[in-house]
């Protein structure tokens, strides 16, 4: 599984940015997706998760209400709409996929990673 994310960028807080991540050499339908962030100095963290389809999704409690987690399974694309940014959402985001049989979203488990994008917002 290759995963290729974009969309990140320098923005000033109340900003929106969308992130894409695309995936190639599998089935996108077959994978479950989620996007984790990593602040300098800190550990990676959740941010969100979709299943295999669009009726599951999950949310960490920081972005709830201001991120929308996506995904085309044409496109073999899943989006992080962010809005209201804050500087604390400043981070290298990644996205990630695990294969599974179930259609719930998870916040663990992803064995595939993409190479980050890197989200920065002005205060």
């Known amino acids: 599984v290759q995963l290729q994310a974009s969309g990140g960028g320098l923005v000033q807080a109340g900003g929106s940015l969308r992130l894409s991540c695309v995936l190639s050499g599998r089935t996108f339908s077959n994978y479950g997706m989620g996007w984790f962030r990593q602040a300098p100095g800190k550990e990676r963290e959740f941010v969100a998760a979709?299943?295999?389809?669009?009726?599951?999704?999950d949310y960490a409690d920081s972005v709830k209400g201001r991120f929308t987690i996506s995904r085309d399974n044409a496109k073999k694309t899943v989006y992080l709409e962010m809005n209201s940014l804050k500087p604390e959402d400043t981070a290298v985001y990644y996205c990630?996929?695990?294969?599974?049989?179930?259609?719930?979203?998870?916040?663990?488990?992803?064995?595939?990673w993409g190479q980050g994008t890197q989200v920065t917002v002005s205060s």
């Open positions: 990630a996929a695990k294969f599974t049989f179930s259609s719930f979203s998870t916040k663990t488990g992803y064995d595939s």
């Open positions: 979709i299943g295999r389809n669009t009726g599951s999704t």
